[in-house]
């Protein structure tokens, strides 16, 4: 994890959001827009994480929904998502959060490694750790976040 | 001519860019006379243009290049150092093959009275002869004076008449005269002479032709784009085209005239736009036909075969993508048709036709696609003898050629596995060539078939869609949601309601088939394949589907309409569904997943089942591969009769069963179908009643049904049936090994007899 921290520290802005009560952040150099909710068409028979395909001025965006992806409890019934969009590797994914914060910036606060006792979903898609005063900000990978495949099963697993 | 036209502008379009590089290598070389790289490209290009101007019969255009390729060669081969001079004529020829070629453009020959190329050839002769050094003055004032000459009447007639005033547009070229005049510093008037011309020539120049509007050349007319920039066009005005329907919905109920009449425009302006952006993907197929001369006259040499290759349609325009797709194919089936179609000459002589056969390409526009045919005058395609070696390769079942027509058994060409080439040659023919050119063209949504008649030729057709980033669609609806099928893949659409449900309907051990016309179609339920429950409904909308050889039925909720929609991609975390092709926006701006009908066979795994059921109906007695119904009977045994025999297949509880004497029968279909129980009439243990419900299998007599009762149905199998009188006994045929298991093969008529002797 040192290595990952060591690369993390170069972004200072972060794009924030909710997920279960968490507070994440993804650097905003990644992040190509945000948008409330947007109205979804299902794909059977994919992967849970896979809410949806979203219709982004005319280009189709996969929403992701973070809550499954990192293990998280799902949303209550009736609560709508909103999409943080992000770019990944030549595409773009829309990850879903239930609220989006501010644009924060992080100039000045410690980085730290992820805490060892992390539910193992959780810390395969956290860089780092970032301490504020009234939070604590996970820094996301939005790359691992999209890759639904990747998802680490068992506990415990840590970095894969 | 046409051609012709076609190849100048090409080569017009290419001498311009070769001589804006010219311009500054002839530069860069002044600054570094020595370079070899710099001289040798230089070279290239005079002799790429001396060439093709030689070969469209340019003839002063050749001339001048000629001499000028010389002095390069002498400077490459470093006979010759570079200097002043001869960097001076060598700008002041490339100055003068610009002129030319401009000529060219204007009136299509090198003519063109009004550029002189005499002063410049002869300027670089003289260097030739002196070794590249101008030894003295005086030859120079020779060469310069017939130029003044030239120049002098310019400034005369200059405003008058026509032909002059081209005189002026070199201009440039004049100024450089200047200078290897001048350098030997000898008459002034020389010098003079053409420097007085410019400026008066100038004013001439620009003038000159020039009419008011612009007129621009074939170089300037043409840019090229980047292809992402032109698919991201695309993109965008499909996105205006949604936006802009969303605003004309809106505006219909609007009475701000304005507003209407804004909106009008925004509709059409969209069209158009739309129109044009898709256009700028389209390229002619001459682009590929181009290659083809050389290719059939390489091959011809190769394979001995004398042919007149004839081109219709050059322009006939397609989507780049689909031109791409199509390049290959193409190139093949050519190679496929010399080599396999047109004969030798003396064989062609010995058949009566000329010795040159015909090949012969042909695109146009039919419907929306695009057609191309590829017609040879050679051999044709004997069906017998591809039905002879499409049966050795065991590429289909006797069986399935006896219910093929002509048409049908040459198209067999197209299986994989399948060559007739008695020999292998390295043009064609390994096994890999027409069932790869088919797949290709399938996977661009297109369709291949052949025409043959033998001795008299054949006929490829190819139809493409002319763009693969609008397909024609049936969009359907399942659930909330609305799925899109391509087209290409649709074969029909068939409503089943009320009782023909249940007699066409039916459920080979949990697999329902559609019996439709004689044959029975595999059904594939949509709600299902993706993973949800059918909803129960009195009538059944079925979707014939195809793709490669496999056919099935898509049963659906309901059917919109077909359209046109946009193929968009979709995401990396979908990859991994093969039932998808990708996804498209609807009019409503809401995304609609596109069915991958291949992708969609495969993974319900109708591919396999389908040649088995294609063959369902043939009979016992005439064939060697029978269709079969493999069932289970007496807890485990496995016992089988032709398919053929069986009607229906039912369910019965168990409490519908009634008896009237010692008969069993159940009250079906407003009547009685008596039921015997296979197990003990073939001598096993009755086991039948263990199951939840009770399997029948209805048998249809020419006066009455009987339904045999068994435990359940395992299969339908295609089997060559190789009886064995082992097992034989009342009831009983014998058995034979399907599936790797032994089965007993069943004597319906004895079964049903039994039934008779009881009743």
């Given amino acids: ?97 239930d609220d989006i914060g501010d644009v924060i910036n992080t100039a000045g606060l410690s980085v730290e490694s992820v805490p060892s006792t992390m539910p193992a979903k959780l810390a395969d898609v956290v860089q780092c750790v970032r301490p504020m005063s009234d939070a604590v900000l996970l820094v996301l990978d939005a790359d691992r976040a999209v890759d639904i495949f990747a998802v680490v099963e068992s506990p415990g697993g840590g970095t894969s | 001519m046409d051609d012709d036209a076609e190849i100048i502008a090409e080569f017009l379009v290419e001498s311009h860019e070769n001589l804006d590089q010219l311009d500054r290598d002839l530069v860069e070389l002044e600054q570094n006379p020595g370079s070899r790289e710099l001289l040798s490209s230089i070279f290239r290009t005079i002799h790429t243009i001396k060439g093709t101007s030689g070969f469209l019969a340019f003839g002063r ?51 063109d009275p009004n550029v002189d190329v005499v002063p410049i050839q002869a300027a670089i002769e003289l260097l030739l002869e002196h070794r590249g050094v101008l030894p003295s003055a005086e030859p120079v004032v020779e060469e310069s004076a017939p130029m003044a000459e030239d120049a002098a009447p310019v400034v005369e007639h200059a405003p008058v008449e026509e032909p002059e005033a081209g005189v002026p547009e070199q201009a440039p070229r004049d100024e450089v005269v200047e200078t290897p005049v001048e350098a030997p510093v000898v008459e002034a008037p020389v010098v003079e002479a053409p420097v007085a011309v410019a400026p008066a020539g100038s004013p001439a120049a620009e003038t000159d032709g020039w009419d008011g509007t612009e007129r621009r050349s074939v170089a300037d007319s043409s840019v090229r784009v980047d292809v992402d920039l ?84 050059h322009d006939t325009e397609m989507d780049r993508s689909v031109l791409e797709a199509v390049k290959d194919p193409l190139t093949h089936m050519v190679r496929n048709s010399m080599d396999h179609g047109i004969e030798r000459p003396e064989d062609r002589v010995a058949a009566g036709k000329s010795r040159t056969g015909i090949l012969s390409l042909r695109a146009f526009h039919e419907s929306g696609q695009v057609i191309v045919e590829i017609r040879d005058d050679g051999k044709g395609i004997d069906p017998a003898r591809i039905s002879a070696v499409a049966l050795e390769r065991g590429v289909i079942t006797r069986d399935q050629l006896a219910r093929m027509d ?84 649709l074969v029909e659409l068939v409503r089943i309601e009320g009782d023909d449900l249940e007699r066409q309907v039916e459920d080979l051990g949990g697999a329902p088939v559609l019996r439709l016309r004689g044959r029975l179609l595999p059904l594939v339920n949509l709600a299902e394949a993706l993973g949800g429950r059918p909803e129960p409904s009195d009538h059944l909308t079925v979707v014939v589907v195809q793709a490669d050889d496999v056919r099935f039925g898509l049963c659906v909720n309901a059917v919109h309409d077909t359209q046109e929609i946009v193929v968009k991609p979709i995401g990396r975390q979908l990859k991994e569904l093969a039932m998808y092709a990708g996804a498209t926006i609807m009019g409503d701006g809401k995304v609609a997943l596109i069915l991958d009908i291949p992708g969609m066979a ?47 297949l039912e369910e019965f509880p168990h409490d519908r069963i009634e008896r009237t004497g010692s008969v069993e029968v159940v009250q079906y279909r407003d009547g009685l179908l008596q039921l015997v129980r296979l197990a003990p009439a073939i001598g096993l243990l009755d086991t039948s009643d263990r199951q939840e419900q009770v399997s029948v299998i209805v048998h249809e007599l020419a006066d009455r049904s009987v339904g045999i009762v068994i435990d359940r149905v395992l299969d339908v199998v295609d089997s060559a049936l190789v009886l064995s009188e082992v097992g034989g006994r009342y009831g009983v045929k014998g058995s034979a090994v399907v599936q790797d298991h032994v089965t007993d093969i069943v004597d319906l008529e004895a079964v049903v007899a039994r039934t008779g002797v009881i009743a």
Wanted: glycine letters at 8%; charged letters at 25%.
């Fill in chain 2, 602 to 648: 495969q993974e319900q795994g109708v591919g396999a089942v389908e040649q088995e059921l294609l063959t369902a109906r043939a009979s016992l007695d005439e064939e060697d591969r029978t269709a079969l119904l493999v069932l289970e009977v007496s807890d485990g045994r496995r016992a089988a009769l032709p398919l053929a025999s069986v009607a229906r």
């Fill in chain 1, 1 to 97: 994890m040192s290595t990952a921290t060591a690369t993390v520290a170069v972004a200072e802005q972060y794009c924030t959001f909710w997920v279960a009560g968490q507070f994440f952040g993804v650097s905003v150099n990644e992040v190509q827009e945000v948008l409330r909710h947007q109205p979804m068409t299902p794909v059977p028979r994919a992967h849970d994480a896979v809410r949806g395909l979203i219709n982004l001025r005319g280009q189709i965006v996969t929403a992701v929904d973070l809550r499954v992806r990192l293990g998280l409890p799902p949303r209550a019934e009736g609560d709508l998502p909103m999409n943080v969009i992000v770019r990944s590797r030549g595409e773009v994914v829309s990850l879903l959060v």
């Fill in chain 2, 61 to 111: 255009l050749e001339k001048l290049t000629h001499v000028g390729e010389t002095l390069l060669s002498k400077l490459r081969d470093g006979e010759y150092a570079m200097n002043e001079a001869i960097a001076e004529s060598l700008l002041r020829m490339v100055d003068t093959v610009r002129l030319l070629l401009e000529g060219i453009e204007r009136t299509g020959n090198d003519k």
């Fill in chain 2, 230 to 313: 032109l698919d991201n066009l695309v993109q965008l005005v499909g996105e205006l085209v949604l936006t802009r329907n969303q605003i004309l919905q809106r505006t219909e109920s609007q009475d701000d005239p304005d507003l209407l009449r804004a909106s009008q425009r925004l509709d059409l302006v969209a069209s158009e736009l739309q129109e044009s952006v898709m256009k700028t993907r389209m390229q002619p197929i001459g682009q590929v036909w181009s290659k083809m001369p050389r290719i059939v006259r390489d091959l011809a040499h190769q394979l001995g075969r004398e042919v007149d290759l004839q081109m219709d349609g």
């Fill in chain 2, 406 to 489: 002509t048409k049908e058994i040459v198209n067999l060409i197209f299986r994989p596995g399948f060559s007739t080439a008695e020999t292998v040659t390295n043009v064609s023919g390994r096994g890999v060539g027409m069932d790869v050119v088919r797949s290709n063209i399938e996977r661009i949504g297109g369709s291949v078939d052949v025409s043959s008649e033998v001795g008299k030729g054949s006929t490829f057709r190819i139809r493409i869609p002319l763009t693969l980033a609008i397909i024609p669609a049936l969009v359907v609806g399942e659930g909330e949601e609305r799925y899109a099928i391509a087209q290409a893949n």
